[in-house]
Every structure is written in C-alpha cells, then in structure tokens.
C-alpha cells in the first residue's frame, strides 16, 4: 500500500482530478490482489477506463471522492474493486456471523441497478473470502434475512428496505467503514434524501464517503457538503455531457402517430435489443402490446409490475428472448447490456438530465450506439432543456418514408380513386314530397315481413277429418272443458 500511495502521490494532492489514462495503464498497475486481478481476468478487462484510473487509486488512499462519469463509463468497478482491495485484510473464512459484519454499504436508487452492483461485486470478489449480498424491496424479506443474519462484509441495498431491516433488527450499520451512494442523483430526484439523513446517523462518524453520478446538479452538491470530507472530486468528461460514440437523432411527428412511428424505426432497420423510454407506466404497457400486435417481441417493465416480473422480463431481454424493452426511467436504472445498439425515446423526458441516463444505456465502454428520439409539437420545451444541458443543438428532421396509416390509401377496392362531381346522383326536379317520420320503420317492416304470415287461419286435414259432437249432450260437455281450461289458465280452479 505504502508504494502504491507513492506512485499516485502527484494525483493526490490535487483535490480535481482531471484527464485521460494514459494508454499503456493496466489494472495490474493500481496494486490490486492476485485474486482481484483472476477475476478481472475472467470478465476480459484489460484496460481500466477514465473514471477508473481516476478514482482507484484515490479510494484506496482512504480519501472521500465525489465521481463524475458518463453512465456505461464502468463507475460500479471504479468504487467496487478499490473497497474490495481495502477489506482483504478482514476476510476470513470463519463461520461465524460476528466474524462477517457489514464494512462496507451500497446504496442504489433502485432494485434493479442494486442487483446489477451485487453482481459486479460478486463477480469481482469471487476469488475472495469476502461474503456480499443485496436487499431491495418488492420480494420477500425472508431469504435477505437468512443472509444477513449470517453475515456479510458488503450490502447493497435500496434505501427503504434497508430501513426495514433496520427497524426489524436483521442488520448492524454501527461496522460500517465505507459508504458509497451510487446514482445519487436519481435518488434525490425519488425523495430518498430523509431516508438518505437517516441512514448516515446510523454509520460511525468515522468512515470513507463515496459518492458516484451520471450528472451533478446543485442539489447533488449540497447533500455532497453535507456529509463528505474534503472529497477529491473527480471529473474524466464535461459534467452532464452525453458520450461522443452515441449517435443522437431528433425526428419530428404527430403525437397520435407515435406508435406507429416506433414500429416504423424498428423494421425499417431491422434493429434488435432495443430499449424505449416512456414517461408513464401506462404509456409502457399499451406501447409493448402495441408491438406485439405488430409481430415485434417486446416487453413492459415499470413500477406496477412485480419484482419477479421485472426479473424475467430483464432477464428475457439480456438473453435475447425479446427484441424491445419498454420501460420507464426508474425501472431502467442498472440496466447493463454489452453492445446495445440503439435506445429510443418514445417520450422526451420532463427532466433533462434523465436525457443523458437513458442514452447512456447504448455507446457503453467504448462501443458505438444509436439514441434515437421522437418528439411532437407539445416536447419542443423539453428538448430545448436537454439542448442547454448537453450544451449543443440537436437537428430536428423528418422521419425518412414513414407514412402514417391515416395518411395511406384504402386497402379494400384497389387505390383510392379522386371524387368527382358526375359520381353524384342526378337531382329530382320539383318540391320534395313529405314524408312521414314513422316512413321509413313502416317500409322497413314491410321488406322484413313474410307473406305467409299474412294468410288466414285454414284448419289441416286432419282435424276436419275428426268426428264433431252432434249431441247437446256434447255441446255442454265441451262448454264445460272451455271454462275448466279458461279457469286454470287464470290460476283458479273448476269443480268437478
């Protein structure tokens, strides 16, 4: 450690980190373990990227950092591995709940940007002794608690479930040496900053604060002041600037064709693995049921589906099961896909910086991407706050041979043919004869009526060939049946 420190000496006294990595940097260089650098091996890096080179070593010099990176820029491993590197020295393979508190805690806005962490660090600390687990809300609490309770070195978590752990007594933060806020900014903008106050009372005062974002508003810097120290702030790009590999298209249509604008995008370009933001979750759901009307595996994920359904809707999207995620912005978070080709925006998003989130989901490390946004007359406030925040203009076109269906020509009878005057029945000359308004239900019912209904009644043969009564006998028998059968039928009865 002592050599380490030294070789990055010239980094550290600057409290503003700042530049490129220089080529030949490798991960060897920053003094990680043998069994980190196995690991690292295995997912196939080589080369750590700015924000990495940047922020590994200052993090093992114990200092507070407050990171600013493009997302897909490998913030995760940039905090991830220099804690593991620094917990090493606890790691022991005892069985023991006490001998495994939690050193180090994780906080993401949402469930599935904390599953992606508690991957990553799993993946990164597999060769270690170092025991990690992740708790979020919308699952049960049963298997968190088993884990817990047998102890862990690293929690990811979400705000509010970890609270409930909390409350229900399953966790002990009074270990914890390291805290790391990840996406700090979603969860302002999600209202966790009192579960945020109340979770820091909850650490030793003596610990290291990191804090990592896509973007830095003043509302970030100000939580940042409240309980950082001295942080090294470390900026490898413009702050709220978009990657330079995503290729960034604005086409201008109607609001009501918008769906059909989508399902225009997507064959036209055959495109597969395609993410697509709406504002809504409703918005979401009929988009995706409208494209698989269209013969387009896709898929919804937003607040009102499960946690399971979310998963395997995830996971059927990674897997390649599905072509197109809908999604909302919360719902997206942590979404990690190698080469995604293209994002789409069905709906500009009312908050700029989530502009730069979500076209961060394509153009990741390094690789290029589309980010493809649709936007109508009621959007054009919208994008101009993503234009001043990005800092540059975004040309607006037309989207190349889309024709709306309400704009094509009628399928049934061949091309729609140009109405003349002389297709118009001739006048008749002379008043119009009035007519009754009872007219038209009369002649109706005389198309409909059957003429032989209309016959008299004519009895059949063989009840003229029956044998009538002559006697009076008879005549008063048969008078008496009529009143015995008029009776019953109006619910009396008839002597005998």
Known sequence: MPQLVAFFKDMSENQSVS?????????????????????????????????????????????????????????????????????????????????????????????????????????????????????????????????????????????????????????????????????????????????????????PTKRQNLMFSATFSGDIKKLAASFLNKPVTIEVARRNSTSENVTQTVYHVDEAVKNEAVVHILKERNLKQVLVFSNTKIGAGRLARQLEREGIKASAIHGDKSQHERMAALDAFKNGQIDVLVATDVAARGLDIAEMPCVINYDLPYNAEDYVHRIGRTGRAGASGDAISLYSDKDERFLTDIEKLIGRKLERVPLSGFVPRSAQPAERGGERRAFKREDMPAKRSGPKPERSPYASASLMRKELSDPWFDKPYEPSPSALSKEKPSSTGAATASAKNSKRRLAVLLGGSVKQ
């Open 19 to 203: 530049g490129q990595p220089a080529p030949e940097t490798r991960f060897q260089d920053f003094g990680l373990s043998a069994d980190i650098l196995r690991a690292l091996d295995d997912q196939g890096y080589e080369h750590p990227t700015p924000i990495q080179t940047q922020a590994i070593p200052v993090v093992l010099q114990g200092k507070d950092v407050m990171g600013a990176a493009q997302t897909g820029t490998g913030k995760t491993a940039g905090f991830s591995l220099p804690v593991i590197q620094m917990l090493l020295q606890h790691a022991n393979t005892s069985a023991s709940p006490a001998r495994h508190p939690v050193r180090a805690l994780i906080l993401t806005p949402t469930r599935e940007l904390a599953d992606q962490v508690a991957e990553n660090v799993k993946n990164y600390s597999k060769y270690t002794s170092l025991r990690s687990t992740v708790v979020f809300g919308g699952v049960d609490m049963g298997q968190q608690v088993v884990a817990l309770k047998s102890g862990v070195e690293i929690l990811i978590a979400t705000p509010g479930r970890l609270l409930d752990h909390v409350q229900q007594k399953t966790v002990n933060l009074s270990h914890t040496g390291i805290l790391i806020l990840d996406e700090a900014d979603r969860m302002l903008d999600m209202g966790f900053l009192p579960d945020l106050q109340r979770i820091i009372n909850l650490l």
